[in-house]
């Protein structure tokens, strides 16, 4: 089982952690996303990176299908 393989091998301190998920139960507005540890971090990083670039990619194809003239505007949105 992976948990017994992880066992005190973890990255992170799981006492820690607790401490963190106390003071997000207590905000206001807890973020919708939180990477939690180093490790994490990075590898959310490297998602948006890679979600990133696939956007810019292929954004000409994405936004081909928008209507010549908006049926709807949107402030500070360069038609053409």
Known sequence: MIADQLAA???G???KLANVVVQL?????PPT???IGRDVVAMFRN???KTTK???QWEELSCC?????PI?????????
């Open 9 to 11: 091998r973890q990255p």
């Open 13 to 15: 301190d799981p006492e």
């Open 25 to 29: 139960a207590n905000l206001e507005n």
């Open 33 to 35: 996303h939180l990477p």
């Open 47 to 49: 998602n948006v990176a």
């Open 54 to 56: 696939e956007i810019n």
């Open 65 to 69: 299908t928008d209507h010549i003239r």
């Open 72 to 80: 709807f505007h949107v402030k500070n949105f360069k038609y053409e």
